[in-house]
């Protein structure tokens, strides 16, 4: 089985349960991740994201910030001189 076969094979219910194991540390049946099985479900969580929601929805999202322009159309606003301070 290749990656997007293992991916397309994740149920919603299977990826909730591989977020909530990764989060507590342990199986649903209590038997604790090891290193390596943590990280191979975040792996798949991650490519399931990607793969079936959108951008704002997936771990680790961070909005982007606003945009502040600074002139017209086209122009560009020269940059305001201040003073260095030493200390």
Known sequence: ??????IN???PEVYENLKRSIELGKWPD???LTQEQ???SMQAVI???????????R???VPPKPH??????GE????EEKPLKWQ
């Open 1 to 6: 089985m290749n990656i997007d076969e293992l």
């Open 9 to 11: 094979s994740i149920t």
């Open 30 to 32: 209590g038997r604790p």
């Open 38 to 40: 943590r990280e191979h």
């Open 47 to 57: 490519a399931y994201e990607l793969k079936h929601l959108p951008a704002e929805e």
């Open 59 to 61: 771990t680790g999202y």
């Open 68 to 73: 502040q322009h600074c002139g017209g159309e």
């Open 76 to 79: 560009v606003a020269e940059p």
